[in-house]
């Protein structure tokens, strides 16, 4: 404010004076907005189930396909008449894409973490973060043209050669992309716990003379396990959730099979494949996307409860 | 005479033990380094498809590289979709993109601050706190392609009923996105206004502020820099995505520009995927010019919010 501004007349009353009650009143609005905000989030959980559920209803309505076939049909055939649904398919083309890629993922994940939490001097630690974020930021489109482009054509190059025929889209590289893909989500979860344990454990293993990597393995590790499996968990439920690079990796041929070379179709790309597909709104094939998301949905769901259930329930509370 | 304690017994495992924890940590740095290592192949593998003419100066005319790259990009950003190499482009997916960016900027921040004050400043510690801050954490977990069949089944068609429907418009899609993202920024926020030490709190409420004040002129602007960290990593998030608005109904082509929110349109993920599953080669220049179109955008973004939030980390 400049020295020459002069300032309004303000009364002492007014001054000690808690407010109109206009402004009350305002306040009042104030929080019931907030309020409303916050709100929003419960009502989106709220939809998504309302959605899920009344659209699966729905669909065996429709369909005339009871629950358990539909949990247990090991085909998914929609244009046979009568049409086949069976999940198990899609549920194991999914798997095989999670497990797949939580194998590449998990230890590289784990391991990078424990080199940024226990090995990584501070300068190379402030630059190694950040870009794990920016790959973090990377959108899952990008990764499933990297299969494509570098992952496919490498796996021919390996493979063919010594016999093994390998489909344009196959399980292999969409379990390398979507591993690859995740591992910046391990390790930043990871490292966070690691590097919340507490300093005096590790101290007072290196003064009964314990090296680095056995402060690292023995003591670091185990104090930080329920977080880390808690990482797990959340890491194998973003595989499975995780659509773009799968659709562009894994194509689309739903089947149950175990060679990796072949095209497998995950629920996510199932849901894709319908929405672009040429079934009309309301047909039972159209139906049987919200049937598969909700199977989607709920298997999300438990992993990531169970994921917060470990970190809550096994965690080792020091100090 | 009493015993030296460099007699074996003493020293189980020597050997192991001086060589394991080494060839640990070059391991565990090996495993960091993967992710700079996939970095670097993605952005190579893109730009070498993207240059990848008939015709084109060798690798190591760098110069020359840049500048064809440079053309590329710029021409792809004008040029409109087609089903011809050499005259497709993603301007309708950048300006989709834009709108998108914009929409749910104005959509999403507003409410997911909004409710991150109500968590943190407002409600108190019980029930109900706890039960919107565990349903926050699960859908922040929730996939993106089940926010796409929310957003079509709630926003295109609005169950079925027509005169409520959205239809296959820039608003319901950045609807969905906005749902989508709100989780994050709400998480976010509140580690943001965590930071906030409560002695500001209790300064301005002693002073008579009251609870709106407090939030509004103290604890909002010590939170800024943490907040619009959050946010910016959220809308990258939002700009990058593809599945839910394949879902929501991003045209695989469309014949004008959106001029408003209720109009249809394309996204920049949605055109690249359209292009990227084109079975003709040629498309490679294009499909992997739009990645790098996307992740220049991205990573900009990304980029600032961590700065911003390294700038302010350091000094607070």
């Not at chain 1, 739903?254 to 319908?274: C, D, H, K």
């Not at chain 2, 965590?194 to 300064?203: E, F, G, Y």
Request: proline share 6%; net charge positive.
């Amino acid at each position: 404010m400049s020295p020459n501004e002069t300032k309004p007349f303000v009364s002492p009353d007014e001054l000690w004076s808690t407010g109109s009650p206009l402004r009350s009143l305002a306040e009042s609005a104030i929080t019931v907005g907030l309020f409303l905000c916050a709100l929003v989030t419960v009502l989106t959980t709220t939809g998504i189930i309302v959605v899920l559920s009344v659209e699966s209803m729905e669909f065996f309505r429709q369909s005339g396909i009871g629950l358990l076939d539909f949990l247990t049909g090991t085909e998914l055939k929609p244009e046979l008449s009568p049409p086949k649904y069976g999940i198990l398919p899609l549920v194991w083309g999914t798997l095989v894409i999670a497990a797949g890629s939580t194998m590449i993922a998990l230890p590289i994940g784990l391991l990078s973490a424990i080199y940024l939490s226990e090995y990584a001097p501070k300068r190379v630690r402030n630059l190694l973060k950040p870009a794990l974020e920016l790959l973090a930021g990377i959108p899952t489109i990008v990764y499933g043209y990297l299969a494509l482009l570098i992952v496919t054509p490498m796996l021919k190059a390996i493979f063919e050669p010594i016999g093994v025929r390998v489909e344009t889209f196959n399980a292999l590289s969409a379990c390398i992309v979507v591993g690859v893909m995740i591992i910046p989500l391990v390790s930043s979860l990871s490292e966070d716990v690691l590097s919340a344990v507490p300093r005096g454990l590790r101290e007072s293993a290196y003064g009964l003379g314990a090296t680095k990597f056995e402060v690292s393995t023995r003591i670091v590790l185990p104090a930080a396990l329920s977080g880390v499996v808690a990482s797990f968990i959340l890491a194998l439920s973003r595989a499975i959730g995780e659509t773009m690079a799968v659709v562009l990796a894994a194509g689309m041929r739903p089947r149950i099979t175990l060679n990796p070379f072949t095209s497998v179709e995950t629920m996510t790309t199932y849901i894709v494949a319908v929405t672009n597909g040429e079934a009309s709104h309301g047909s039972p094939k159209y139906l049987s996307l919200f049937a598969v998301g909700m199977a989607l949905f709920v298997m999300t769901l438990t992993l990531n409860i169970l994921s917060g259930l470990v970190l809550r329930r096994y965690r080792e509370v020091y100090q | 005479m009493s015993p030296s304690i460099a007699e074996p017994k003493y020293q189980p495992h020597r050997m192991a033990r001086r060589w394991a924890g080494p060839l640990f940590g070059i391991a565990c740095f090996l495993a960091t380094l993967t992710g700079v290592l996939v970095l670097s192949v993605v952005l190579g593998a893109v730009i070498a498809a993207a240059l990848r003419q008939p015709g084109a100066a060798p690798w190591y005319h760098l110069g020359t590289n840049l500048r064809e790259l440079f053309d590329l990009l710029l021409g792809l950003v004008q040029k409109p979709q087609s089903s011809d190499p050499l005259r497709a482009g993603f301007r309708a997916g950048v300006v989709g993109s834009l709108w998108m960016l914009g929409l749910v900027g104005l959509m999403a921040i507003p409410v997911g601050v909004g409710a991150a004050v109500y968590l943190e400043e407002y409600i108190a510690p019980g029930a109900l706190r706890r039960i919107i801050q565990t349903n926050i954490a699960n859908l922040a977990g929730v996939p993106s392609i089940v926010y796409g069949i929310l957003g079509l089944a709630v926003f295109v068609r609005a169950f079925g009923m027509k005169e409520y429907a959205l239809g296959r418009t820039l608003i319901a899609g950045g609807l969905t996105l906005s749902l989508l993202v709100l989780p994050v920024i709400v998480i976010s926020t509140q580690e943001a206004l965590r930071t906030v030490p409560n002695s500001l709190r209790q300064a301005a409420l002693a002073l008579g502020a009251t609870r709106w004040q407090m939030v509004r002129d103290h604890v909002l602007p010590a939170a800024l820099p943490g907040i619009l960290t959050g946010t910016i990593l959220s809308l990258s998030r939002a700009i990058g995505e593809t599945a839910p608005l394949l879902m929501v109904g991003a045209a695989g082509s469309i014949g004008v520009l959106p001029r408003s929110p209720f109009d249809r349109y394309t996204v920049l993920p949605v055109e690249i995927y359209n292009y990227a599953k084109n079975p003709k080669v040629q498309f490679q220049t294009v499909t992997a010019g739009g990645i790098l179109i996307l992740l220049l955008l991205l990573l900009t973004m990304n980029a600032t919010a961590i700065i911003i939030r390294n700038r302010y980390a350091r000094s607070g």
